[in-house]
């Protein structure tokens, strides 16, 4: 099992910044890519961006050139730091690690930390 923990979520206006940490402990795959999905009321669960072991990224688009991904691997933390935010940004931010095997899914996720940004 993986335990997953967010920390860094709040309230901030728009174009501010807030940067978002996640900590994995447990029985961690050494093979996995961690990212952040968020959550807005009434709607499914979105990719924001993920990083694997080496490094690479991938974002969705609306937050591209305004948030980074990146990961500590000898900490097993994962980081989103989020600039130039707008309301429509706002919501409930999960941290995701995801086993890379070719065994059945492996997925965790965190508790979720809220997100607001004000006009």
């Known amino acids: 099992q993986v335990h997953l923990v967010e920390s860094g979520g709040g309230l901030v206006q728009s174009g501010g910044s807030l940067r978002l940490s996640c900590a994995a402990s447990g029985s961690i795959p050494s093979m996995n890519v961690m990212g952040w999905y968020r959550h807005f009321p009434g709607k499914e669960r979105e990719f924001v961006a993920v990083?694997?072991?080496?490094?690479?990224?991938d974002y969705t688009d609306s937050v591209e050139g305004r948030f980074t991904v990146s990961r500590d691997n000898a900490e097993n933390t994962v980081t989103l730091q989020m600039n130039d935010l707008k309301p429509e940004d706002t919501a409930q931010y999960y941290c995701?690690?995801?086993?890379?095997?070719?065994?059945?899914?492996?997925?965790?996720w965190g508790q979720g930390t809220q997100v607001t940004v004000s006009s």
């Open positions: 995701n690690l995801r086993r890379i095997w070719l065994g059945p899914p492996e997925v965790y």
């Open positions: 990083i694997d072991n080496d490094g690479k990224t």
